[in-house]
């Protein structure tokens, strides 16, 4: 903004003050001061740009300039402080307006993953933060070993790193109860896998689950959720990978979701390994890692440092009390399930 589109308003007095104060020597009085800041409040809400503003005050200044020897030190002074409280006003109304775009975006962030405002308005106030709500969206969810907070240096530092790459006016990037979120259009999956990399690099140990896509202006909601629960079920497998999709783990929702028919699956094909020397879990780690290392024994003996022997040992035992060969792929998937069963349920920690 030009010089001359400032406002003569946020002038008001300013020379007149100048003169007095180069002809008595005096400072800017209580009420002087509260006037240009009260101007620097007005003049930032209206969207004027302080460096204008203080060109203008000096350009006044300048030409107010009083003749009469030994009075500069005291205008100087003078213009100091008119300044000085005109940018306090100023600051102090761009902070206000600051924290209040804060607390409006905040507030349309859980109206937006709580889906409690109506479908309607939350379109409408979407897109003033560049989400277009009918359009499908998924979000990924990042969860490190310390929350998340806004402001803090992962979330800047991830901030910083997907927005220099992508175009911000389609993702919004925030955090919620400690977690690190990302929004963006359903057709662009390598910003979340990006979002993803970023947050796994700039916090150890994070992990990030991405929702599938979901349509119209509750489908956010609905991909949020689907991340969260995608996270407390890498939790309670053990699930080590740094990206968990939903869409990829689709099948142990569906396994949970009959807590009474896994309990019995689990009761009946593992329940009889807590006859074992040592208890059932021994033999369910075994389980757990032969599956994991896709039924090669060679591959599950590494990973639980034992030799091949010792590990065929295990399973030939398991064959004994179970009924069950984990080698013979008839018996392979009902074991295998009640294997995912036993984490889902935590058996043998808790009972069934």
């Not at 807590?274 to 879990?281: E, V, Y």
Request: overall charge negative; hydrophobic content about 40%; glycine content about 8%.
């Amino acid at each position: 903004m030009t010089e001359q589109a400032i406002p003569e308003h946020y002038l008001d007095g300013y020379a007149h003050t100048l003169a007095e104060v180069a002809a008595t020597g005096r400072r800017l009085t209580r009420e002087e001061l509260a006037v240009r800041r009260s101007l620097g409040e007005e003049a930032a809400d209206a969207g004027h740009g302080l460096r204008a503003l203080v060109v203008a005050h000096l350009s006044a200044a300048r030409a107010a300039w009083p003749g009469t020897p030994g009075s500069a030190d005291c205008t100087l002074a003078a213009v100091q402080q008119a300044v000085d409280a005109f940018a306090e006003g100023y600051e102090r109304a761009q902070r206000t307006a600051v924290r209040r775009e804060e607390a409006t975006r905040r507030e349309f962030i859980d109206d937006l993953l709580y889906g409690r405002s109506d479908l309607g308005r939350l379109s409408e106030r979407a897109e003033r933060f560049g989400l277009r709500l009918s359009r499908a969206h998924a979000v990924a969810v990042a969860e490190g070993p310390t929350p998340h907070t806004e402001g803090d240096p992962v979330t800047r530092q991830v901030e910083r790193a997907v927005l220099a790459r992508f175009d911000a006016r389609s993702i919004l990037l925030t955090t919620k109860n400690g977690r690190l979120l990302c929004v963006a259009p359903g057709d662009e999956d390598d910003v979340l896998t990006h979002f993803a990399k970023q947050a796994y690099a700039a916090a150890e140990g994070c992990r990030v689950a991405v929702g599938r896509a979901q349509h119209g202006p509750g489908g956010v909601v609905q991909s949020y959720e689907e991340a969260l629960a995608t996270l407390e079920m890498a939790a309670r497998l053990d699930l080590n990978e740094p990206l968990l999709r939903a869409a990829d783990l689709l099948v142990y929702p569906v396994l949970a979701r009959d807590r009474q028919a896994m309990a019995d699956l689990v009761s009946h094909t593992l329940g009889p390994l807590t006859a074992a020397r040592g208890g059932p879990q021994p033999l369910l780690d075994t389980l757990t890692t032969y599956f994991d290392s896709g039924c090669v024994a060679a591959e599950a003996a590494r990973r639980l440092s034992l030799s091949v022997r010792a590990l065929t040992y295990r399973l030939e035992r398991i064959h004994k009390l179970t009924g069950a060969d984990p080698a013979d792929p008839a018996h392979r998937y009902p074991l295998q399930t009640a294997v995912i069963g036993a984490r889902l349920l935590d058996w043998p920690a808790k009972p069934l």
